[in-house]
């Protein structure tokens, strides 16, 4: 079983859809949580980190479930310019583990 | 402020052939990372160097690759002899610490084709 599991897509939205990612972990131990974006081509960025009471900024919304070991991400109100991959990352003890990444691409 | 700077951006070479990577990471960052991502995988740590020190290079092919941090500052990573699987975008990343916040800041990648 992969340390962290995503979802490949591709989700292919209108503008304006709300959709939402789901990220998986195995290690119980893990210690903290991410969703990095990374555009075609380009490196990944950090996006969020994310927090057990879940937490949002602007159109975004992380959450995470430590006993389903889940971790999601949802996007309000999509936009042209959220196209892109996005990884969801667990830390276990100093590394980070990424997911293979879920594509989202948001039609006009 | 600058970036995490790497270079070449790509390379072709044929496999057996030998390749090295450098990175240069933000200024003022003590922990420094080299990943693989393999096309529609996500980044695979290779090696972490706290400093000048190696902390994890538990995933990094030792029988071919080697890195190294002289000084703190800048790194290089070299393959030898490369074999075709070794394809992909080679990335660095920097952190100022290990601990909180963890954000790793990711240099632009150099793309590898074995052939």
């Known amino acids: 079983r992969k340390e962290v599991e995503q979802d490949p897509g591709p989700f292919n939205v209108p503008e304006g859809a709300t959709v939402a990612f789901n990220c998986t972990y195995s290690?119980?131990?893990?210690?903290?949580f991410f969703w990095y974006r990374q555009d075609c081509r380009k490196e990944p960025k950090l996006l969020m980190s994310v927090y057990s009471s879940g937490n949002e900024d602007g159109r975004f919304t992380a959450q995470l479930n430590r006993a389903s070991q889940y971790i999601s991400l949802l996007i309000r109100d999509s936009k042209l310019s959220d196209s892109a991959t996005y990884l969801c990352?667990?830390?276990?003890?100093?590394?980070?583990?990424f997911g293979t990444g879920t594509r989202l691409q948001v039609f006009p | 402020e600058a970036g995490v700077a790497q270079s070449p951006r790509y390379k072709i070479i044929e496999k057996r052939q030998s390749v090295a990577f450098w990175c240069n990471p933000i200024?003022?960052?003590?922990?420094l990372y080299w990943y693989q991502q393999i096309l529609g995988q996500g980044p695979k740590l290779l090696i972490q160097f706290q400093n000048n020190g190696v902390v994890d290079d538990s995933q990094l092919p030792k029988d071919r690759f080697s890195a190294e941090r002289l000084k703190g500052v800048d790194s290089t990573l070299k393959i030898q002899p490369a074999k075709l699987e070794d394809s992909a975008v080679y990335l660095c990343?920097?952190?100022?610490?290990?601990?909180?916040?963890?954000?790793?800041?990711f240099g632009p990648g150099t793309r590898l084709t074995v052939t």
């Open positions: 290690n119980s131990a893990s210690q903290s």
């Open positions: 990352v667990v830390k276990n003890t100093d590394k980070l583990i």
């Open positions: 990343a920097s952190s100022l610490e290990p601990g909180p916040p963890y954000e790793q800041y």
């Open positions: 200024s003022g960052h003590a922990t």
